[in-house]
């Protein structure tokens, strides 16, 4: 399989998550673990240890992510 055709199914997948997600992703969504594939607390420690997604929003006491930054954080991490 080339690079481009890996590089085509990533963004086929990343599409398909796309057109699930809102606008923004809190970590609290009841759909989460149908659309996403990386646990809500997965995704706390990356943020406590500085590598989890650059932009969030805290409301309260729950974190959300806006969905552009939600998608470029999955690109960097799937692989074929």
């Known amino acids: 399989m080339s690079d481009e055709e ?3 199914l990533i963004e086929e997948a990343l599409g398909a998550i796309a057109e699930q997600l809102p606008p ?8 989460w673990s149908n659309v996403i594939p990386i646990s809500q607390r997965t995704l706390a420690n ?3 240890l500085g590598t989890g997604i650059d932009e969030r929003i805290i409301l ?3 974190t959300g992510y ?8 999955l690109r960097k991490r799937m692989r074929v």
């Open 6 to 8: 890996k590089k085509q």
């Open 24 to 31: 923004v992703v809190f970590r609290n969504w009841k759909k």
């Open 46 to 48: 990356l943020d406590s």
């Open 60 to 62: 309260g006491n729950v």
């Open 66 to 73: 806006p969905k552009n930054a939600m998608l470029d954080f």
